[in-house]
T-cell receptor, first 115, second 115 residues
Framework: GNSVTQMEGPVTLSEEAFLTINCTYT??????LFWYVQYPGEGLQLLLK?????DKGSNKGFEATYRKETTSFHLEKGSVQVSDSAVYFC??????????????FGQGTILTVHP | GAGVSQSPSNKVTEKGKDVELRCDPI?????LYWYRQSLGQGLEFLIY????????KSGLPSDRFSAERTGGSVSTLTIQRTQQEDSAVYLC?????????????FGPGTRLTVT
């Protein structure tokens, strides 16, 4: 079956530091890959996505590249801000007709950014 | 426009009681998903609705769990004879249609505590 493995947290950084959160996956076929973010007291929201190999998703200064050869979708940001403190989830859906778009999530990584 | 709403936001119940959790999806969204977020299991899929039908119930953990959707809109997740391991945040998401090309929008969740 499908699975997503994320870098263990929590991650603590100083403002303006470089961020990488690793994500690798196991899936059949050609899944779509996502990063979701959960800010304190808020619901899950889509941060970025990529639907095919070598696609790069980007949003709010975050980027992730769909690497089929390494089955990875690592999240990066060049300069984090205090407001980026949140829980980040890597996720996938299968392209197959019976997947219905249901998401398989990684375990989440807590990011705390200090001023 | 209005997002996905869920009620109640918090529910404390005694072991053995039944509970009902409600989800109001975004108007016009035909696909609706229930997920559960717990400390031990992370974020996991429970059930998927397309209209009023549930073609994928594979994530329901036991026959104590059931869900229905009426009028292609509101959905109710019912847990009978609650157990302590049912304590979790129950998330609802909706999307324009089922499939990995459609973004899922999440509600704020219902935090269920079974004492």
């Amino acid at each position: 079956g499908n699975s997503v493995t994320q870098m263990e947290g929590p991650v603590t950084l100083s403002e303006e530091a470089f961020l990488t959160i690793n994500c690798t996956y196991t899936a059949t076929g050609y899944p779509s890959l996502f990063w979701y973010v959960q800010y304190p007291g808020e619901g899950l929201q889509l941060l970025l996505k990529a639907t095919k190999a070598d696609d790069k998703g980007s949003n709010k200064g975050f980027e992730a590249t769909y690497r089929k050869e390494t089955t990875s979708f690592h999240l990066e940001k060049g300069s984090v801000q205090v407001s980026d403190s949140a829980v980040y989830f890597c996720a996938l859906t299968n392209a197959g007709g019976t997947s219905y778009g249901k998401l398989t999530f990684g375990q989440g990584t807590i990011l705390t950014v200090h001023p | 426009g209005a997002g996905v709403s869920q009620s109640p936001s918090n529910k404390v119940t005694e072991k053995g009681k039944d509970v009902e959790l409600r989800c109001d999806p975004i108007s016009g969204h035909t696909a609706l998903y229930w997920y559960r977020q717990s400390l031990g299991q992370g974020l996991e899929f429970l059930i998927y609705f397309q209209g009023n039908s549930a073609p994928d119930k594979s994530g329901l953990p036991s026959d104590r769990f059931s869900a229905e959707r009426t009028g292609g809109s509101v959905s109710t997740l019912t847990i009978q004879r609650t157990q302590q391991e049912d304590s979790a945040v129950y998330l609802c998401a909706s999307s324009l249609a089922g499939g990995n090309q459609y973004e899922q929008y999440f509600g704020p969740g219902t935090r269920l505590t079974v004492t």
